[in-house]
């Protein structure tokens, strides 16, 4: 019988359940399975990333945007931001912090494997772990292009200190010489701002304003990246046909947004409840649903 990795996965869940087989028997067996085959673009797989990205070929990736996991004890459930907790995918799989530049090193000697001289990678960090995110990608060889603060709106409230309303956007390449940037991908050179300022400078500037996205009453897990933002990027960095990848795609923005923009995707989500809802916006083509 011939069956998809994705499938395979959720064979494994099912004789797990039936037969009661032992967890981690399951699990290598979908490794290995997944080491046989060949990773297929336009797919999604439920699996840690760093065991199956060695499978993808040398130089086959054109764009990686990623938000990794912080290794923060975020509780995935927690009623803040103004979520309603059962409407929220439980799950949340974390690193511990002694673990951080480990892990780190490992996905990111992946990525650079499999990423094309003329490609890039955008890496999304909080403040608490970017030491160990900024050396890892130093000691990688990554070369650093810009360093983009993502602002958005309604940080969590603090009486004792500042409000966190920023994010860390590293913005990486194998080949600086090499790497594709089309800077009139959305707006031309003389266009205007309300106020006469030159728009394609604004939009070019390294902090960037953009809104989070509040999925009231739908389905939704607990980090999102707002689709404006990968939008943006995949206009600088990419064109049709060209691959991104997301090795950990929670809700599966990023290959839901380079889908309705008709780049190729892949990408990997470790958290089944996670994968089976990225999969079912990508096979449905739904942005949202509701619960
Ligand atoms: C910060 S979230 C990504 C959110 C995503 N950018 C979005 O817009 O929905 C990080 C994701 O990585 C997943 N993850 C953690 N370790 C992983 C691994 N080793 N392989 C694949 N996914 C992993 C987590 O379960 C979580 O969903």
Not at 155 to 179: A, E, I, M, P
């Amino acid at each position: 019988m011939k069956i998809s990795s994705t499938e395979l996965v959720m064979f494994g869940d099912l004789l797990f359940n039936h037969y009661n087989w032992p967890m981690t028997l399951l699990r290598w067996e979908v490794v290995l399975n997944l080491k046989m085959k060949k990773i297929q673009i336009n797919k999604i797989y439920n699996v840690n990333c760093i065991d199956v990205m060695n499978s993808m070929k040398k130089n086959s990736v054109d764009l990686v945007i990623t938000d990794p996991p912080f290794a923060i004890n975020f509780k995935a459930k927690k009623a803040n931001y103004n979520r309603i907790s059962s409407r929220v995918l439980t799950g949340y799989n974390e690193i511990k912090p002694e673990d951080y530049y480990d892990f780190t090193f490992a996905w990111m000697s992946e990525v650079f494997r499999i990423l094309k001289d003329t490609g890039s990678m955008y890496v999304f960090s909080g403040w608490n772990n970017l030491k160990d995110i900024l050396q890892a990608l130093d000691d990688v060889g990554f070369k650093t292009v810009n360093h983009i603060i993502w602002k958005y709106q309604f940080g969590v409230v603090t009486k004792r200190k500042f409000v966190t309303s920023h994010y860390h956007c590293l913005y990486v390449c194998k080949d600086d010489k090499k790497r594709k940037f089309f800077p009139f991908s959305r707006f031309k050179q003389d266009a205007k701002t309300n106020n006469g300022r030159s728009l394609h400078y604004k939009d070019k500037e390294d902090v960037w304003d953009i809104k989070r996205e509040y999925w009231s009453g739908d389905e939704k897990t607990p980090t999102k990246l707002p689709s404006e933002l990968i939008e943006k990027i995949l206009h600088y960095s990419s064109e049709k046909k060209d691959l991104v990848l997301d090795p950990f795609l929670g809700s599966g923005q990023v290959a839901v947004v380079s889908k309705s923009l008709k780049r190729n995707f892949v990408g990997f989500e470790i958290v089944p409840d996670y994968f089976k809802f990225a999969k079912k916006r990508l096979d449905e083509d739904l942005y949202r649903i509701k619960k």
